[in-house]
């Protein structure tokens, strides 16, 4: 499929729903959203060669959110109550996701249109391939996979390309005012494990700290604090590692939302590369314009 290319980034339109493939701000869930100029409905294209146990070695894509950097994978769980087949999520790259977010591009008749085939279909319990799928009938927000003998005109998906900005966007600065003093302490605490990188990207030095909030302009900031004795830090850029394996994704939205384990204490990880701007190793990370028309 020439409209996917390997780290361009692209929209995933319904065919039948006109809306977009999105990103839960959850980092978890995976929905449609009639919203178009969002980092939450660019999806960023990792293309993967198929080993020698795959079929006839078929190129793989990936797709990870160019808002959080996790990547589109097919479950074994069922799909919400009123929709057909399994569920999908956003999840990391790790060894045991491998082939939950492997997808096979299959070109349809129509154009740009594509069917996306999941690689797992075969280990689900029903022992079937499985497509991705755009739900509903009067409430049409879900996505989920579901089998091929079930073909269904919402399983075609317009591909649309974003091209890329010039520079990093703005952060956008928090619209309210900053928690006094001990109040801070109720916002919900996120771990940040972050490693610096060099001009080459050569990963150099790693730290952790306790975050607190959403707010990638905050996070920013208090990153610079931590590095500005190490490095130049007037124009940083954060990219998310989403797992082991995870392509690097520009960080320039607010965090997702922390997910809640009812009866336990969970503080949940985030993993960031910091570069300065303007060196060769950031020169190298994309940006899509959601804006462009």
Not at 162 to 183: E, H, K, Q, S, V
Request: hydrophobic fraction near 40%.
């Amino acid at each position: 499929m020439e409209h996917l290319q390997d780290g361009h980034h692209v929209r995933l339109r319904s065919r039948v729903h006109g809306t977009y493939l999105h990103a839960n701000e959850d980092g978890h869930g995976v929905s449609l959203h009639h919203c178009r100029a969002s980092m939450n409905a660019a999806w960023a294209v990792h293309l993967y060669q198929g080993d020698a146990d795959d079929d006839a070695q078929a190129q793989h894509v990936l797709l990870h959110s160019a808002a959080y950097g996790r990547y589109l994978a097919a479950t074994n769980a069922p799909a919400p109550l009123g929709h057909r087949g399994r569920r999908v999520e956003q999840r990391n790259y790790d060894d045991q996701e491998e082939e939950a977010i492997r997808w096979q591009a299959v070109g349809a008749d129509s154009g740009n249109d594509v069917l996306l085939r999941n690689v797992v279909g075969r280990n689900l319990r029903d022992g079937a391939r499985h497509h991705l799928r755009a739900n509903g009938r009067y409430i049409r927000t879900g996505v989920s996979v579901d089998v091929f003998d079930n073909f269904s005109t919402k399983m075609l998906w317009a591909v649309e390309p974003i091209p890329a900005r010039d520079g990093m966007p703005p952060l956008r600065r928090p619209i309210c005012l900053p928690f006094p003093g001990r109040l801070t302490t109720l916002l919900e605490p996120r771990l940040i494990v972050y490693v610096r990188a060099g001009a080459d990207g050569t990963r150099i030095s790693h730290g952790a700290f306790v975050f607190r909030g959403k707010s990638v302009f905050h996070l920013r900031k208090k990153l610079a604090r931590r590095l500005e004795a190490l490095m130049d830090v007037s124009n940083l850029a954060m990219c998310v590692e989403a797992g082991t394996f995870g392509r690097l994704t520009p960080l320039v939205v607010d965090l997702p939302r922390s997910r809640h384990i009812v009866g336990t204490v969970h503080v949940q990880e985030l993993h960031i590369v910091v570069f300065a701007g303007g060196t060769p190793a950031h020169a190298g990370v994309r940006y899509p314009d959601v804006d462009a028309v």
